[in-house]
């Protein structure tokens, strides 16, 4: 398969050399098999281990606790790109779910949780999640409702989460839990890191249109003691850290859904020129030419722009509104990139696109889950609005 075009003006040979290697990783130990995990709803344990061997789950975090510093968000950009290429977003979603889940820690957690928590969650020996969601509403952070009331030196915790990817085998989560009933909205929430063996914490799993081979789940605590320390960051700063966590979570999730949408192309195009109707190529009858232009100016658009933000993201304060604005953007750029792609390529596999096994298929039931995640398109449009003063 070919590589998605860059701009090489935006990169240094460092950048291409990782792309490289995460390449690698990607053609050696997951695409061969991601069929089969998509199948058997699950993948073995043991990649994490291996993704952290070649620097993958170790990306941004401090080089103190077993992090790959040293990078920018070029280095995110290409990594995200190379491992969409496996085809699985589902795979891609639970091995990386540390990237959402143990930022807060680095950024604003005790010496004593990243020491405990960042070492062997970056070894790939432990796994960790974000619990935010919650069966009444994932789009109003501020609205949660899992309570955490001080007794002791525990917090109690009661409440309920839901959609959370590594929610069935995470070992450490990172819940957003109101720990000031008393504050309305936003005020009165904090980040609770809560121990995956904690009595009182049941999980169950759900069953998705896509993401098959990641774990989602409902979680309930009734009870659950935990240790003040665990508190990740001050009390009621929670909300803010929620907010800081969602820049690099959109760019991630934006980069991959256009290498995704890559990956549609590029069967699409394969299948095209392969197949014969009316005695020519599929590609030789124009509208299938044109659409594969199409798909190509959509990728072209959603790459510039992933570009640019990534440069802007470098070297423009964080928490700057044209900048979260613009990820915004990007967010919904790209995945409507990808949804696109997803609906053209299994158009020009014909039949083809609607079996199993095709990355076409797979990547068609995986594309709402980006247009939902992390933040909806509604609401990526609305908090544009509300930065730009729309
Ligand atoms: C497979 C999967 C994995 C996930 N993993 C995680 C995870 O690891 N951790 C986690 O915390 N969450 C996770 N989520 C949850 C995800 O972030 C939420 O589903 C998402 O934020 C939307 O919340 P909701 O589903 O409750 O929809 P709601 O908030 O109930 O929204 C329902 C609809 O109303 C629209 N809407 C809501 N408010 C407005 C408004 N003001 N204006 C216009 N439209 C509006 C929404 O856009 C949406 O279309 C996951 C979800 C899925 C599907």
Known sequence: MQQLRLNRAWYRQEHLDFRESVRRFVAREITPYVQQWDEAETFPRELYRKAADVGLLGLGFPEEYGGVGGIDYFHRLVASVELAQCGSGGVLASLMSHSIGSPPIAAVGS????????????????????????????????????????????????????????????????????????????????????????????????KKMGWWASDTAHLRFDGCRVPAGNLVGPEGMGFLAI???????????????????????????????ERKTFGKRVADHQVVRHRLVDMLTSIESSRAMLEEIAWRLDNTPAG?????????MLKNAATRTMQFCADAAVQTLGGMGYMRGTHSERIYREVKVNMIGGGTEEIMKELAARQLGV
Request: charge should be negative.
């Open 111 to 206: 010496a004593e949780l990243k020491a405990r928590v960042l070492p062997p969650v970056l070894a790939g020996e432990r796994i960790a999640a974000l619990a935010i969601t919650e069966p009444s509403g994932g789009s109003d952070v501020a609205a949660l409702r899992t309570t955490a009331v001080r007794d002791g030196d525990h917090y109690v915790v009661n409440g309920e989460k839901t959609f959370i990817t590594s929610g069935m085998r995470a070992d450490f989560l990172t819940v957003a839990v109101r720990t000031d009933p008393t504050a309305t909205g936003a005020r009165g929430i904090s980040l609770l890191l809560i121990d995956g063996d904690t009595p009182g914490l049941t999980r169950s799993p759900l």
């Open 243 to 273: 907010m800081q966590n969602f820049n690099s979570e959109r760019f991630t999730l934006a980069a991959g859904a256009l290498g995704f949408a890559w990956v549609c192309y590029q069967e699409a195009l394969g299948w095209a020129r």
């Open 320 to 328: 700057d509104p044209e900048l979260v604005a613009s990820i915004c």
